[in-house]
């Protein structure tokens, strides 16, 4: 098992910024992609971005300018750099990491979550 352990998280004013961090720990084997997504109330799970183990990035088109993504493949550990925070960006995020013996036998573990709230 991997687990996945989040922190950043809190509340910010708008055009503030946060930066989000997740470390695996655990029974890893091969990290392959690493990404983080989020959850508001009333609306469905989406990707916010992603990082490959190649460090190839695909971010969602609402936070593309504004988040960046990156990876310390030495410690594990993903982040998401946050900028000019919009109140829309409000959302539980949680990072997924996939871990595996072989990309095609690749297992999505996810964090437990952490708050982001952006508010005056």
């Known amino acids: 098992q991997v687990q996945l352990v989040e922190s950043g998280g809190g509340l910010v004013q708008p055009g503030g910024s946060l930066r989000l961090s997740c470390a695996a720990s655990?029974?890893?084997?091969?990290?392959?992609?690493m990404g983080w997504h989020r959850q508001a109330p009333g609306k469905q799970r989406e990707l916010v971005a992603v990082?490959?183990?190649?460090?190839?990035?695909n971010y969602a088109d609402s936070v593309k300018g504004r988040f960046t993504i990156s990876r310390d493949n030495a410690k594990n550990t993903v982040y998401l750099q946050m900028n000019s925070l919009k109140p829309e960006d409000t959302a539980v995020y949680y990072c997924?990491?996939?871990?595996?013996?072989?990309?095609?036998?690749?297992?999505?573990?996810w964090g437990q979550g952490t708050q982001v709230t952006v508010s005056s």
């Open positions: 655990g029974s890893i084997f091969n990290i392959y992609a």
């Open positions: 990082i490959t183990s190649g460090s190839n990035t």
């Open positions: 997924n990491v996939d871990s595996g013996t072989s990309v095609t036998r690749a297992v999505r573990f």
